[in-house]
């Protein structure tokens, strides 16, 4: 019998990815439950009573804490500061932690206060961890294998654990992995090449497991690469899609997913009728010296536009990122992205600044030329407020062309896209091209919505808030929002929904896009001043003692 506290530490500053405003438009607190500690709190032992606080969505009170006999946390990285005070705060009541998740894999050495660094993934350290508390022991690191877990043995998140009024929607996540190789990316580095599934029947019972609690709506597969193993997501899709059409379409359906997804027919043909309605495209650059340099040739030989068009006419709208400051850029790169945004008209590009995550094959290779900055740099270059994400704490090194040029090209493009006639422009051509298929609903065993005329009540609802919204914040994106509803409206309705979506997202997008600007106003009016030194390799507190596989300290 042990009392854990799960604690989902609160991410620093603002970031574009939290999408806060949009949130707050629908009620929510925050975008998703954390599903790395539902999942470790499913791989503890039943006797074991667990509770989860998420400090993005509610208070850590005392209580809590007097409650545990051990808190259990950790995240991302923009979650490493606060991961590190509820370290702190758990000791101040004497309970021991321990940490685990992506940034205490990534950077262990961090943390040093834990009483426990559970690293890698849980399925393939938790038993140890299990034992040799049992044991009596209070204090040790454990580390699971790389890349062997088996995901097939994935319990069920403890779902229940989240308060789901708090959220927009849950998350699931059918594999883990990546089979490509881009320069910078870490999850390639935390979770293989290779990518590993679950099977049909565990990730139906996950969906069963939320359709019986009640929960109807949005469900992100946080897939790192949705389509990494084409054979086993077209085996598991044909399951989906009976399932959904069993139950008249409970859930729509987010993921992640490369490019080349465009160039399988089957595959967007599967996911439209299992009513997937948004997926995440990492386009990064449309200069193709630039995606062969980063090891991303999966986004070459092509027409960026005509792939994501492809999708929108499979009735998927795209979500995109978007990336400046790798060596190879010659010169000014702004007008080539702008219209590239434009051209592929994917109204959300999350455009940021290069950042060498730590342990990338980028990571390495800056640390060895001798060109990263500390970990801390940014606030010797601005103000340390708000700096969340890459958007604003990126370009941790010293870049190959002119740092104050890559900034004035970053600058320029989040100005021109996120203008609301620009945006809405991108919007508009998303409302023609977006194909939505007409779901059968009438498997549905739930009450009938009730309709004014034939529309639902609670869209108009929807409907409602959000143009109160805009005209309480957006005014001047009013007009634009209004065209292409009705436009829309007149002339394909079933993308109606798309529309409302990407107006809640620009909620967010615009002033996170001017706060950026902000930042970046204030690091160029500091000129040469605000440059940091780079990290003399030495200085690096480069660990440690790295024990065999599972094994306590
Ligand atoms: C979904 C997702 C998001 C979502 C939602 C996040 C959320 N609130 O849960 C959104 C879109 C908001 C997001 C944003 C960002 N994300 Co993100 N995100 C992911 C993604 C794709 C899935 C996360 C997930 O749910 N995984 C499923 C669970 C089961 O896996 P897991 O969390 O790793 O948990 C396992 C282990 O790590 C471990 N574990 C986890 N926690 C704990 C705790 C303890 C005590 C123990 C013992 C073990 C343990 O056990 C679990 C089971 O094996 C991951 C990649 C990935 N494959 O995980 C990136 C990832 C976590 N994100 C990352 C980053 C950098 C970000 C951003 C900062 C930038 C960005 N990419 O846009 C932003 C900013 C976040 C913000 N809100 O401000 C990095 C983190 C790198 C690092 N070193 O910390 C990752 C790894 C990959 C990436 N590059 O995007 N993200
Ligand atoms: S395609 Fe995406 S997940 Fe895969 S290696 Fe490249 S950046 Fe990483």
Known sequence: M?????????????????????????????????????????????????????????????????????????????????????????????????????????????????????????????????????????????????????????????????????????????????????????????????????TTEQMLAELDALYRNGYRGGLDFVDDNFIGNKKAVKAFLPHLIAWQKARGYPFTFSTEASINLSDDDVLLALMREANFTMIFVGIESPDTETLVSTQKTQNTRRSLADSVHKIYRAGMFVNAGFILGFDSEKGAVADEMIACIEATAIPISIISLLYALPSTQLYRRLEKEGRLYPADYHKLRVSGEGIGDQCTAGLNFETARPRRDILLDYRRILAHVYRPKAYYERVRTVARLLKRPKLDRSASADPAPRRLFTIPIRDLAMLWRLVRHIVMWQPQALWQFCKVLVECARNNPRALAAVGSLAALYLHARPFSRFVISVIDRELALGESARPSVLAPAARDDEQETLPAAKVA
Not at 95 to 100: D, F, H, I, L, T
Not at 148 to 160: G, K, L, N, Q, S
Request: net charge negative.
């Open 2 to 198: 042990c009392n854990v506290l799960l604690v989902a530490p609160r991410f620093v500053g603002r970031t574009f990815a939290s999408f806060q405003t949009t949130c707050e438009m629908m009620g929510a607190r925050s975008m998703v439950p954390p599903l790395g500690l539902l999942t470790v709190a499913a791989l503890l032992p039943p006797s074991w009573e667990c509770r989860l606080v998420n400090r993005n969505t509610e208070e850590l009170h005392d209580a809590d804490l007097e409650w545990a006999d051990l808190v259990m946390t950790g995240g991302m990285l923009p979650q490493q500061p606060d991961t590190l005070r509820v370290i702190e705060l758990a000791h101040a009541h004497q309970k021991p932690v321990a940490v685990g998740g992506p940034d205490a894999t990534s950077s262990p050495e961090v943390y040093k206060a834990a009483d426990f660094r559970v690293l890698g993934e849980a399925e393939g350290v938790i038993e140890d961890f299990i034992e040799a508390w049992n044991a009596g022991v209070r204090q040790g690191r454990f580390e699971a294998e790389k890349f062997t877990v088996d995901v097939t043995r994935t319990p069920i998140p403890r779902f229940d654990l989240a308060k789901i009024r708090q959220y927009m929607g849950y998350s699931v996540q059918f594999s883990r992995g990546c089979p490509f190789t881009c320069e910078f990316c870490d999850i390639i580095e935390l979770y293989g090449r290779v990518p590993r599934v679950k």
